[in-house]
């Protein structure tokens, strides 16, 4: 059974820094480009960041470009979010969620974690 | 401000079939990009409901259908249940955008 459990969400100061982490297992963790989704409270869904399997490609929306950086470690089934210089606007429920590998553009998601959430708050 | 266009809600009574519309333009559906479908039920992770404009996972319901036409794709639902309540996005590419990935703004369904 594919399942993805985030971690790291809390509350954090403007400014300051978070990192969120996504452990995966169930499926071949390597062989899946995985995303970065969030939903602010009471809104709809922001797609954030993705990466490849392989981490030769990354992606961010111009909302998170330069304070938000996608990582992963194939060797330990985990997708990682490292957020910086936060705002009040990054507050949202961040999900983990992983492209499906069919093969049509955009590729869909298919599978998300429970969500994790972040607020930003002094 | 998406660049898909949603209705913020719609709603039906059970048994009936209601459509909800995701409008684009010549830079993401108009371009032929594919369009995808989620379901997110009250307090829940959202869910694959049909991929690639019309093709459902293996599990949904057969009620879910999706289509595309022009620079617009829609989900409809028939035999309206109880359980189908929840909030709808779809998703596609935007050439405009610079890393091309958007949902809709979402429509919350309402079974009445």
């Known amino acids: 059974e594919v399942q993805l459990v985030e971690s790291g969400g809390g509350l954090v100061k403007p400014g300051g820094s978070l990192r969120l982490s996504c452990a995966a297992s169930g499926f071949t963790f390597s062989s899946y480009s995985m995303n970065w989704v969030r939903q602010a409270p009471g809104k709809g869904l922001e797609w954030v960041s993705s990466?490849?399997?392989?981490?030769?490609?990354?992606y961010y929306a111009d909302s998170v470009k330069g304070r938000f950086t996608i990582s992963r470690d194939n060797a330990k089934n985990s997708l990682y979010l490292q957020m910086n210089s936060l705002r009040a606007e990054d507050t949202a429920v961040y999900y983990c969620?992983?492209?499906?590998?069919?093969?049509?553009?955009?590729?869909?998601?298919?599978?998300w974690g429970q969500g994790t959430l972040v607020t930003v708050s002094s | 401000q998406s660049v898909l266009t949603q209705p913020p809600s719609v709603s039906g009574a059970p048994g009936q079939r209601v459509t909800i519309s995701c409008t684009g333009s010549s830079s993401n559906i108009g371009a032929g990009y594919d369009v995808h479908w989620y379901q997110q039920l009250p307090g829940t992770a959202p869910k694959l409901l049909i991929y690639?404009?019309?093709n459902r996972p293996s599990g949904v319901p057969d009620r879910f259908s999706g289509s595309k036409s022009g620079t617009s794709a829609s989900l409809a639902i028939t035999g309206l249940q109880a359980e189908d309540e929840a909030d709808y996005y779809c998703?596609?590419?935007?050439?405009?955008?610079?890393?091309?990935?958007?949902f809709g703004g979402g429509t919350k369904l309402t079974v009445l």
């Open positions: 998703q596609s590419y935007d050439s405009s955008l610079s890393a091309h990935v958007v």
């Open positions: 990466i490849s399997s392989s981490s030769s490609y990354i």
């Open positions: 690639g404009n019309s």
């Open positions: 969620a992983r492209d499906s590998g069919i093969a049509v553009a955009p590729t869909p998601i298919d599978y």
